[in-house]
């Protein structure tokens, strides 16, 4: 084992300091109860109820994808320039807010804003938790813990959703609104864990310039010129979008098409879910698993192409194969995830501008999640779901070989430097 992984593994399973883990299990609570969207399973059955349209429903989810996306940069500059705490706060005060909405107003424009609040909510989160955390274990010297950390928070939040969706069916018989005020109190909680964070300390030094207090589109450009002047930065950061959009794609647009290929009775398909959802929540939660083995990078590659090649896997498979390949490649986005928010972290220089940067990730992932999501479209038109997914390993592959190449130039490029100092 190279004496660097070595290092790292002997670092993550030293015991943080007692306000370390104070503040990961904060963050733990505020990711589970700030995601907890309690009427998930049946918001489109609520919208019907009140009187909305089918037309008007997924009008109203277009709008929200695009508000969210242009909602990113600034709110990214937000938290950098807030702290992001602050903006922790803010996004969950929002989250309050935006869930109540639909109780006060079930109608097609308290449900348009409903939805814009909670673009808004989510845009001041996206960035700003991942940052702060980062930048809190890195204070203390703990960064060795920021990936299990990162991982237990997202495994939670998902056992959680597998232990309250169940019970949504029924508490709707006992209040018809009960999923929303219970999202807004679960929000609530989640402002009480952002508020209980403890501050970072302001950086000082050469190495952490200060924010410069000028304008939000000045802010985002020197936010862009960081990402220009990083070596690794915007290779990794296409890296990661091969694992957000086969998982983004695979559970919201092929889910039910390729059960329903394999003639899997709709009923069972909730089933499936859940079991998707366990493999992932335990893939998050095992994140060392890989990273005592390999580099983080290498381990987001070959988790990556292990999606890829288990969505292919279910060309030849029938019912049951499908089910098993869907739990792999679950599990595999459960373990990668983590481990490719650290890349990004680590890869981001001393900077004031770190949530804007995490934004621009993330609007770069959307946007090829909505022009992979056309061409899905395209294919299921087609009838050619088979090629679909054997294409779609393929171009994954392809990808992930490109950014290897590039990731090792530019590494050879960076030691060359230092090999010739004295």
Same mark, same amino acid.
């Given at each position: ?6 290092? $790292? ?31 998930? =399973? ?36 937000? &938290? ?21 909405? =639909? ?48 991982? +237990? ?9 597998? $232990?309250?969706? %169940? ?13 929303? /005020?219970?999202? !807004? ?12 964070? %403890? ?35 915007? =290779? ?5 979008? !091969? ?13 039910? %098409? ?22 992932? !929540? ?8 890989? @990273? ?27 019912? =049951? ?6 739990? /792999? ?60 997914? /054997?294409?779609?390993?393929?171009? +994954? ?10 990731? @090792? ?5 960076? &030691? ?7």
């Amino acid at each position: 084992m190279p004496l660097s992984l070595l290092r $790292a593994r002997t670092a993550r399973r030293v015991r943080p300091p007692a306000a370390v883990l104070r503040a990961i299990r904060l963050n733990n609570g505020f990711q589970l109860l700030f995601n907890l969207l309690w009427w998930m =399973p049946v918001f489109y059955e609520y919208q019907k109820r009140a009187g909305l349209s089918d037309s008007q429903i997924f009008g109203i989810q277009s709008v929200y994808y695009v508000a969210f996306c242009l909602l990113e940069i600034p709110t990214g500059v937000v &938290a950098d320039r807030i702290g992001q705490r602050r903006c922790m706060q803010l996004g969950a005060v929002v989250m309050v807010a935006a869930n109540l909405l =639909p109780v006060a107003s079930p109608s097609f424009a308290g449900f348009m804003a409903h939805f814009l609040a909670i673009a808004a909510a989510r845009s001041l989160v996206s960035g700003a938790s991942s940052a702060y955390l980062y930048e809190y274990l890195r204070e203390h010297g703990a960064q060795a813990h920021y990936v299990q950390a990162e991982g +237990t928070a997202r495994a939670l939040g998902l056992w959680a959703k597998i $232990a309250c969706w %169940p019970l949504v069916g029924v508490l709707t018989h006992v209040r018809h609104d009960a999923p929303y /005020v219970l999202t !807004a109190l679960s929000a609530l909680g989640s402002l009480a864990c952002a508020a209980a964070l %403890p501050a970072i300390a302001a950086p000082r030094g050469a190495d952490h310039p200060p924010v410069a207090r000028v304008g939000l589109l000045d802010s985002a450009r020197q936010a862009v010129g960081v990402l220009g002047r990083s070596r690794s930065l915007g =290779p990794l950061m296409v890296q990661g979008v !091969a694992v957000f959009t086969l998982a983004r794609i695979c559970q919201v647009n092929l889910f039910q %098409p390729l059960l329903l290929e394999k003639h899997l009775p709709v009923a069972d398909h909730g089933a499936v879910l859940s079991a998707m959802t366990v493999a992932e !929540a335990v893939g998050s939660a095992r994140t060392g698993w890989m @990273r005592g083995r390999v580099s983080d990078t290498t381990a987001v590659t070959v988790l990556s192409v292990v999606m890829a090649l288990t969505l292919a896997a279910t060309t030849l498979s029938g019912a =049951p194969g499908t089910i098993l390949w869907l739990c /792999v490649f679950a599990a595999a986005a459960g373990l990668a995830y983590p481990v490719q928010r650290n890349l990004i972290n680590a890869a981001i220089p001393a900077t004031p501008y770190r949530a804007t940067l995490l934004s621009v990730e993330s609007i770069i992932d959307r946007g090829v999640c909505a022009l992979v999501a056309l061409a899905v479209g395209a294919y299921l038109a087609a009838d050619r779901l088979d090629a679909l997914l /054997v294409h779609a390993a393929v171009g +994954t592959c392809l990808l992930l070989l490109v950014v290897g190449v590039a990731l @090792r130039r530019l590494r050879r490029e960076g &030691a060359r430097p230092a090999a010739g100092q004295p």
